[in-house]
């Protein structure tokens, strides 16, 4: 369970705007009085803790109301990079910016709709010797009513990269916990992040083929490709894609073959780990694939994978940058859960990722009635 997150100060120091492309938004650094018991952080002028406000917009939903997924994971990476970047840079050295390396699991735990405030707070909860943890929370606000509900639990891994040289990875300033403990529990996270994110590489070779005149229900019935070229919008100033821009990409191509498959209105539930094998350049055209590979009664895991081709540059070949797996839900006009038309696998290949999300979705169900049931 992840530590709680302390509540944003109500007289922060100064108001840091975020990037380009998120507008009414704004990073609030933790006052460092309220900081020194609650949290964990190198020292008191360089906040461990952030939060990010914005309202919701007519485009960042669906036509049911409901924010998309991509938008508010785009809202996670933004508070993980400015919190990152600014503590490895909180000591003097070689300048750096942190690059998001994974995604953990996160579950998409209550709608937000339009008109609503999200509140993203962020803390610092382990570094090892080259990356950081960030444990992410968002909230949404009725600011009508002034309710707020939980939306959102991730937890990410960034990497420093130098400004210098963006393939030298550096060192990360230790943190001060708070508890003892602490450390050896972000440890045992750590360890378990780096041996899921190495047992992916090699689907790494897994490529999505059109098919004429396909079946409904199948997998080739529903996939989806978006293309995008890379440009300045989507860059750190550094000339690299944001690894918000990239979710937010995924999560459009995933909606789209659930929809697809559904023929519903459609929303995400959950992503599995988003793992990010290198860096986007500006310039590249990336391909955003998407696929069914399981369904539950109420639920379908989709696939999703995305490949770089840097068109400008005839000494690199085309690499795959990223995937995930995303959890959707079909909905009713009511908001009601519908069931899933249940996917029809055909290939020998399309079997075997039927079997292996089908116990990925057993393993997460199992840990959820786990947690449900009362401790003695």
């Known amino acids: ?64 109301g409901n924010v998309h997924g991509g938008t508010i994971l785009k809202m996670i990476e933004e508070a993980g990079a400015i919190i ?19 995604v953990e699991r996160t579950d998409f735990l209550s709608p937000m709709c339009i008109g609503e405030v999200a509140h993203v707070s962020a803390e610092i909860t382990y570094t090892s010797k080259h990356s950081v943890e960030v444990q992410v929370q968002v909230m949404s606000e009725n600011i009508l009513t002034g309710t707020k509900k939980l939306t959102n639990k991730a937890t990410l ?5 130098s400004l210098k040289d963006v393939d030298k990875v550096l060192e990360v300033p230790p943190v001060v916990y708070s508890r003892q403990g602490q450390e050896e529990e972000g440890r045992k996270r750590y360890e378990a992040q780096k041996l899921e994110r190495m047992e992916t590489t090699w689907r790494n070779g897994d490529i999505v083929q059109p098919v004429l005149n396909p079946e409904p229900n199948t997998v080739s019935y529903s996939q989806s490709s978006l293309i995008h070229l890379v440009g300045p919008s989507d860059c750190t100033l550094h000339g690299f894609v944001h690894g918000g821009v ?28 988003i ?32 490949d770089s081709d ?17 959890t959707y839900v079909s909905l009713s006009q009511e908001g009601k859960s519908l069931p ?37």
């Open 1 to 64: 369970m992840a530590p709680p997150l302390p509540s944003p100060s109500t007289a922060p120091p100064g108001l840091i705007h975020s990037a380009p492309g998120l507008p009414d938004t704004c990073a609030l650094p933790q006052a460092p009085a309220a900081a020194a018991a609650t949290m964990s952080g190198p020292a008191a002028e360089t906040p461990s803790a952030i939060q990010i406000c914005r309202i919701m917009r007519p485009d960042d939903a669906n036509v049911a």
């Open 84 to 102: 990152s970047t600014r503590h490895c840079n909180s000591q003097n050295g070689e300048c750096c910016v942190a690059a998001l390396a994974q």
């Open 157 to 161: 891994w960034y990497v420093p990269l």
């Open 246 to 273: 990239t979710m937010k990409l995924m999560d459009e191509v995933a909606g789209i073959v659930a929809a697809r498959h559904c023929k519903t209105n459609i929303v995400t539930a959950s992503v599995d780990a």
């Open 275 to 306: 793992n990010f094998y290198d860096k986007i350049r500006k310039g590249c055209v990336i391909t955003i694939s998407g696929r069914v590979t399981f369904t539950s009664n109420k639920s379908m895991e989709i696939e999703v994978l995305v």
């Open 310 to 326: 840097p068109v400008v540059d005839n000494s690199q070949k085309r690499y795959r940058a990223a995937s995930a797996f995303f």
């Open 340 to 376: 899933v038309p249940q996917l029809v696998p055909e290939t020998e290949d399309e079997k075997r990722r039927f079997e292996e999300g089908k116990g990925r979705y057993l393993q997460m169900k199992a840990k959820r009635q786990g947690q449900a049931e009362p401790q003695p």
